[in-house]
T-cell receptor, first 113, second 108 residues
Framework: DVKVTQSSRYLVKRTGEKVFLECVQD?????MFWYRQDPGLGLRLIYF???????EKGDIPEGYSVSREKKERFSLILESASTNQTSMYLC????????????FGQGTRLTVV | GQQVMQIPQYQHVQEGEDFTTYCNSS?????IQWYKQRPGGHPVFLIQ?????EVKKQKRLTFQFGEAKKNSSLHITATQTTDVGTYFC????????FGTGTSLTVIP
């Protein structure tokens, strides 16, 4: 059974903290993605990576950075958490070949207080 | 950048009624995928359409890809409470361009 695993299901952090969200996939996928999901706004792409050490900005990269040191792991970093980053964060992976679907992790609900 | 819009944003139906969500892209899509997210869950892939005018069925669900490959629809016949969730379309290029989603509530 294919798996994308996010390190935390729920997280509460204080304003100004540095926050790490971890994502691991076991399908040997080249592509990995970080989205945030907010009511009425759908899934908005923060960053994606198509290879180790490679990254591309998505639609809303401000306030975030990413790291991909190993193929199976893609980390999202909030440099200095703010209350407007309270959201559901979803990690996904897919093979490099076009036409294949994305597999999502279970999501991390982050609350910044 | 590429934009994919979905309507309606929310839909409440009585159990047994039909439901349709529409997806429109600002550019031509090479393919379109549909995902379902159950309440409290994560998006799960349903189907992919590739050809212009393509129609695919999964039991009570019918998926269509427009002739110009810029729009798509998902139609559910005789909704059931198990259909509750948010339905997303996604264009697929170097990345996935997700629509805004349609949240379906089915009233028993």
């Amino acid at each position: 059974d294919v798996k994308v695993t996010q390190s935390s299901r729920y997280l509460v952090k204080r304003t100004g903290e540095k926050v790490f969200l971890e994502c691991v996939q076991d399908m040997d996928h080249e592509n990995m993605f970080w989205y945030r999901q907010d009511p009425g706004l759908g899934l908005r792409l923060i960053y994606f990576s198509y290879d180790v050490k490679m990254k591309e900005k998505g639609d809303i990269p401000e306030g975030y950075s990413v790291s991909r040191e190993k193929k199976e792991r893609f980390s999202l970093i909030l440099e200095s958490a703010s209350t407007n980053q309270t959201s559901m964060y979803l990690c996904a992976s897919s093979p490099r070949i076009r036409g294949r679907e994305a597999f999502f992790g279970q999501g991390t609900r982050l609350t910044v207080v | 950048g590429q934009q994919v819009m979905q309507i309606p944003q929310y839909q409440h139906v009585q159990e047994g009624e039909d439901f349709t969500t529409y997806c429109n892209s600002s550019t031509t899509l090479s393919n379109i995928q549909w995902y379902k997210q159950r309440p409290g869950g994560h998006p799960v892939f349903l189907i992919q359409l590739v050809k212009s005018g393509e129609v695919k069925k999964q039991k009570r669900l019918t998926f269509q890809f427009g002739e110009a490959k810029k729009n798509s629809s998902l139609h559910i016949t005789a909704t059931q409470t198990t259909d509750v969730g948010t339905y997303f379309c996604a264009g697929h290029g170097n990345q996935f361009y997700f629509g805004t989603g349609t949240s379906l509530t089915v009233i028993p």
